[in-house]
Nanobody, 123 residues
Framework: VQLQASGGGLVQAGGSLRLSCAAS????????MAWFRQAPGKQREFVAG????????VYADSVKGRFTISRDNAKMTVYLQMNSLKPEDTADYYC?????????????????WGQGTEVTVSS
């Protein structure tokens, strides 16, 4: 599956952004999907993940209660709604797909990656 992320931008602290990740290829609804982020000089970290059916979601502690991951299998798209953004959320955000039932937290478990979309949160 090929992935195309979009929706990043510059926002003030406390603001919101919605990232989208459009997939192409077959069998999107058999992939668990996730968002990762990487800030300059830091390792790539898990942000949120969603099972193939959308019934199960997982969040990093740092974003719980502020970010929401969702998917529309008919549109072959996964979303990340980000509210109450903080300067520490500044990073390049990547969507990833894994042909599995479970949502994994480790980036090396994912088979396909979109290009990053940059999110900058000003204080």
């Amino acid at each position: 599956v090929q992935l195309q992320a979009s929706g990043g931008g510059l926002v003030q602290a406390g603001g919101s952004l919605r990232l989208s990740c459009a997939a192409s290829g077959r069998a999107f609804n058999t992939y668990a999907m996730a968002w990762f982020r990487q800030a300059p000089g830091k390792q790539r970290e898990f942000v949120a993940g969603i099972s193939w059916s959308g019934d199960s979601t997982v969040y990093a502690d740092s974003v719980k209660g502020r970010f929401t991951i969702s998917r529309d299998n008919a549109k072959m798209t996964v979303y990340l709604q980000m509210n109450s953004l903080k300067p520490e959320d500044t990073a390049d955000y990547y969507c990833a797909a894994d042909l599995s039932v479970d949502v994994y937290l480790e980036w090396w478990e994912y088979d396909s990656w979109g290009q990053g979309t940059e999110v900058t949160v000003s204080s």
